[in-house]
């Protein structure tokens, strides 16, 4: 019978927390093929009921070894074998597992998946992208610009700075900086902007507010969450994280407390940011709050443990969360591209290589 496949792991920073997040889904679901992707980008099914610190060698033993074919028909294969899966659960965070690269493989092997399809997830992933995208669409936004090799003139906006990897993510690599000479020096000093690195004006004295959203059974609205920040100002990697799973120990308000005016706004902004940014299952929208006035400024498409403590009024549970998440996933079609119809034409090509290589 098929079954979902819980995908988690991958080759990324957060790699560790996607483990966390994983092993959530799955004990949620119940009935599941655990799929874990190594730290080098390999396959394995693993048993469901292992626990975060089976991984902490890396690949749990007794894990057997699949290959993934994008072909039609094909996907997570054991030897020559396709599990049987009728819906993959994505819970990677960063890297290929949330920028559109995972989606795009599930695509042309012709398997569903959970969250966003390949163009959205690339388009979370993207600072840049993501910010024009966003201010097309007529949302608030702040000025955001690219520091590419170190010519180009200072941007028509003022420092103090805030400087962010393009494609990062959880506060690394993220420097402020108080004039533009400063930043072109930690673009060439910093290997976390090799890839490209944007800045923005730092809005001092202003905070996060962070918001999930559902699109399934219907568009829903979490709880606001005011998470704290660390003296330095910026919501760091560690607050985040070192108290991860201990949720209310990591410093936050939740719900938040705000002037109707700014719950109006995260309320109405979210819906548009929904519609813009593509999003689908559970995402986390991320807004910077001053003075009453809010700011778009990222979104999460694969939030860690799919945000699922900002769901509690009206309570959600973590099982009926991620059901609904596979429920939507199960209902919408299969292979999203963003040309194509999903009548498979396209898909052949894929098929074709596959069979030439093997
Ligand atoms: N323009 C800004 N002004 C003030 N603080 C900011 C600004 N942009 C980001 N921050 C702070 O830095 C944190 C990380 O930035 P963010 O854009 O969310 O990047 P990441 O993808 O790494 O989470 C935010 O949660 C917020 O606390
Ligand atoms: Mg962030």
């Known amino acids: 019978m098929a079954i979902p496949a819980v995908i988690f792991g991958g080759p990324s920073d957060e790699h560790d927390i996607s483990i966390l997040t994983g092993l959530q889904v799955i004990r949620a679901l119940g009935e599941v093929h655990g799929v874990y992707w190594s730290k080098t980008g390999d396959w394995f099914e693993v048993d469901p009921g292992l626990e975060a610190t ?19 028909g094909q996907g997570l ?3 020559k074998r396709p599990l049987d899966i009728d819906v993959a659960v994505i819970a990677c965070h960063g890297g290929p597992g949330e920028d559109g690269t995972l989606q795009g493989l599930l695509d042309l092997a012709g398997l569903r998946y959970t969250g966003p399809g390949q163009a959205s997830s690339a388009l979370g992933m993207d600072k840049l992208a993501f910010g024009a995208a966003m201010a097309a669409a007529g949302l608030p936004t702040l000025p955001r610009a690219i520091v590419s090799s170190g010519e180009e003139p200072a941007p028509d906006f003022g420092g103090p700075f805030i400087v962010k990897p393009r494609f990062g993510g959880s506060s690394i690599g993220i420097e402020l ?37 559902r699109t399934y059974p219907k568009w829903e609205l979490s709880a606001i969450e005011a998470p704290a920040r660390a003296a330095e100002g910026i919501y760091s990697y560690d607050q985040k994280y070192l108290a991860w799973g201990g949720e209310v120990s990591a410093g936050r308000e939740l719900p ?57 009024d009206p309570p959600i549970s973590r099982e009926q969360l991620f ?7 199960r209902s919408g079609p299969v292979r999203r591209f963003s040309v194509a119809g999903s009548d498979g034409t396209a898909l052949r090509s894929a ?6 290589l093997g």
């Open 54 to 72: 089976d991984f902490v060698d890396g690949v749990p033993r007794r894990s057997r070894e699949l290959s993934f074919v994008a072909a039609s």
């Open 77 to 79: 294969l054991h030897k």
């Open 177 to 213: 900086a108080e004039d533009w000479p400063t930043v072109l020096a930690l673009k060439r000093g910093s290997s976390y902007f090799d890839q490209g690195a944007v800045i923005e004006p730092f809005l001092i004295g202003s905070r996060d507010l962070q918001v999930a959203v």
């Open 256 to 312: 938040a407390t705000l002037d109707p005016g700014v719950e109006e706004q995260v309320e109405r902004l979210s819906a548009r940011v929904t519609d813009a940014a593509g999003l689908r299952g559970i995402a986390r929208i991320d807004y910077l709050e001053r003075e009453g006035e809010v700011v778009v400024n990222e979104v999460n498409t694969i939030p860690g443990s799919m945000a699922a403590y900002l769901w509690i």
């Open 323 to 329: 059901r609904d998440m596979v429920d939507e996933a």
């Open 351 to 356: 098929g074709t290589i596959a069979s030439k």
